[in-house]
Structure formats: C-alpha cells, structure tokens
C-alpha cells in the first residue's frame, strides 16, 4: 500500500506524490534542489519541505522588483519601460472590468514595485493604494510613483473592515506558504459587494506539459504553491469566497513564460540578477521579439482553456451578520 505523502496546502489531502526537483534554474540564487509534489485530488502543486527562510530570503534579491520610474535614462531602460508599459495595460483593462463602483477604493497586494498602480492611476484617474513586503520595493514605488504603498505583509497588515472596494493579487498567491490564512485575513477588508480579483500560473496549462521541470512558470524556489482550476476554486470556496468565470489570457505573462522557458538566457530579469551585460540590449530586442511573434501560440492556449496563467475575480460569500 502506498505511503500518504505530505498534506497538500490547499486541500489537507495526503494523496500526494512527488511530481519534480529542479533548482532555481532561471535567476540562479541557489544552487539547491527543491522537490515538487502534486495532489490527485485538487491538482495543487506545492514545494515540499518548504525551502529554509535564508534560501527564501536569497531568492528576493533586489533587482526583482523592477523599476525605472517615470524618465529611465538609456535606451534599454527605455525599451524595457515601453515594453512592459504596453503589457501591463491589459491587466488595467482586467481590473477595470471588474470595478465594483464607478471609483472603487484600490489595494493592489504585493504591488512590487508600484508599475501596475502607476498605470492604474494613469489611465482610469483611481489612485490605488499598494501592500508590499519588500520594503526596498515599497520605497522605491513611493519614490518613483508618489503612491501610496503600506511596506509590511498580509499577516502584518492593519485595514479597516471594508475598506477596499476592489484588491488585486497578481501572481501573489502562489508564494505564500499558507493560502487559506491569506485570503482569510484579505475577506474583511472588502467592502460589501466587493471584487476580489486573483491571477496565478496554471498548472493545468499547455506551457507545464510542454516544458515540464523547465517551464518558469513553477519558478522554484518561488513559488510553493501552485494552483490548478480546481485548486483556486477549492481555496476560495473554503475562504468565504465565490469565484467567477476563469479568464486565461494575461498579455503580460503567457507568452513571456513561453519566452523565457525556450531561452532563459535572454530574459531580461534573469539578466539583471545574474549580472549578465554583455550583449544585454541585443539579447532584450531579440526577447522582446520573441514575446510579440508567441503572441498567437498564448492566444491559441487561452482559447482552448489551457493558458499558462489564469485570473479569476471572487466576492466574499454574504453571511448572516453581514
């Protein structure tokens, strides 16, 4: 008889296996080995043991949290601020389908850098508020941006009942060793009728059978807990939460993910982390290149239900007292 393996995070089951090992083979912040066990019952994928918090504290080093701010100085920091300006527009156009309200109250959950509040503000006029752990990011988007950005963490945070209208965690989720705990935290700080708007990789894409231990979008050690359709919807459902229909195109994200596991080597952050300048505005074109011709390829997925990340929008469950 087979041994119960690990519980799964999302769901408590112990009908587990063990799925991959890979090490941080894209930004190289270690050389350790991290296992990936998967769940026959609600299809989570999860790291196992976690890694040790000195390994998680290297994995976060600060060129992660990409920056420029409004005037970027050379032509490759130009390049970059267009490029990812132009991507980020469709998750402007994701959150602003979703507005409760004609001017809802913002919080943008591990707001990084403050890129995507910037654009918010920019194109819509609504001036988000922003949460986020690395407090070098959290100045920095203070700096760059003038937003206003709560340097600090979901356990650590301190809102008022109902005070957000619409919250957003993209790709969030999946770092966080304790998921339910989370989104139990983030429910009463929504307002009633209010928008919980989530997206995370999805491990039920074409990219994850394309690529396997390869595909960036299991970004170990990162992420140590990664989710399919029916892992997201268990999670919520558990939390108090009930999820719309799934979207599985993010313009940002899809082919990127194809983009970087094809040629690690040319991924602009990748670059950055691992020191790499030689020929880094060179390879940056070719790689920018390369998102816009796998354009279609991500279309095509999302189309079939099988794209490589997934957004779906939740509103808290009304209960008796409320």
């Known amino acids: 008889m087979n041994e119960p393996g690990p519980d799964c995070p999302v769901c408590a089951s112990t009908a587990t296996r063990f799925l991959l090992r890979n090490s941080d083979f894209l930004f190289g912040t270690t050389d350790r080995e991290f296992s990936l066990y998967r769940c026959a019952r609600c299809a989570a994928c999860f790291q196992h043991p976690l890694p040790p918090e000195d390994v998680l504290q290297l994995a976060y080093p600060d060129p992660y949290w990409w920056i420029v701010g409004e005037s970027p100085s050379t032509p490759a920091a130009r390049l970059e ?178 983009a970087s596991s094809l040629c690690p080597a040319w991924d602009p952050m990748a670059m950055s982390l691992r020191g790499r300048k030689e020929f880094a505005f060179l390879k940056k074109v070719l790689y920018f290149g390369l998102v816009l011709a796998l354009q279609p390829l991500a279309l095509l997925e999302a189309a079939a239900g099988r794209g490589g990340t997934m957004f779906v929008a939740a509103r808290p469950v009304a209960t008796d007292r409320e």
């Open 81 to 258: 601020k267009i490029y990812r300006e132009t991507m980020l527009r469709h998750h402007v156009r994701v959150a602003r389908r979703h507005f409760p309200c004609a001017a809802p109250q913002v919080l943008d959950v591990g707001c990084g850098s403050g890129t995507f509040l910037a654009m918010l503000r920019r194109r819509t006029g609504i001036a988000g508020e922003g949460l986020e752990s690395s407090a070098a990011a959290a100045r920095r988007a203070k700096d760059a941006y003038g937003l206003t950005v709560h340097a600090g963490d979901i356990d650590t945070a301190d809102f008022p009942p109902g005070r957000f209208d619409l919250i957003t965690m993209f790709h969030v989720l999946e770092h966080l060793p304790r998921p339910q705990a989370a989104l139990d935290r983030i429910r009463p700080w929504l307002s009633p009728g209010g928008v919980l708007l989530i997206q995370v990789p999805n491990v039920d894409s074409w990219q994850f059978r394309w690529f396997g231990r390869r595909w960036t979008g299991i970004d170990l050690p990162r992420h140590l807990v990664n989710y399919s359709p029916e892992a997201l919807r268990r999670l919520l459902a558990q939390s108090g939460f009930t999820p719309d229909r799934f979207r599985w195109f993010s313009l940002r994200d899809n082919a990127p993910a194809i």
